[in-house]
Nanobody, 115 residues
Framework: QVQLVESGGGLVQPGGSMRLSCAAS????????IDWYREVPGKSREWVGR???????SYADSVKGRFTASRGNAKDTVYLQIERLQPEDTAVYYC?????????WGQGTQVTVSS
């Protein structure tokens, strides 16, 4: 019932930063945990991080210290701030709620890190 839509990706240079958005089209997702994943061709989805309903966060070791998940003032949006981007961060990024009984996955947003 709740469809999460990712946006904010694009082409950036190594060392740059960007903020990805995960929006639920006006639906309140503040009560749900939101996971961020990334995927490259030929590999399975990699879990990146999580933000819970109380705002606590956790991250994969590969991104810890550079990625920060947060909730916006609007209850329908979650963000992923990425700092000091590396070429290895190139992937399609997805947001997904483990609390979604319909297990909805969007199209993701492409992040390309290249000079």
């Amino acid at each position: 019932q709740v469809q999460l839509v990712e946006s904010g990706g694009g082409l950036v240079q190594p060392g740059g930063s960007m903020r990805l958005s995960c929006a639920a089209s006006g639906s309140d997702i503040s009560i749900y945990a939101i996971d961020w994943y990334r995927e490259v061709p030929g590999k399975s989805r990699e879990w990146v991080g999580r933000i819970t309903s109380d705002g606590s966060t956790s991250y994969a070791d590969s991104v810890k210290g550079r990625f920060t998940a947060s909730r916006g003032n609007a209850k329908d949006t979650v963000y992923l701030q990425i700092e000091r981007l590396q070429p290895e961060d190139t992937a399609v990024y997805y947001c997904h709620s483990p609390d979604d009984p319909f297990d909805y996955w969007g199209q993701g947003t492409q992040v390309t890190v290249s000079s």
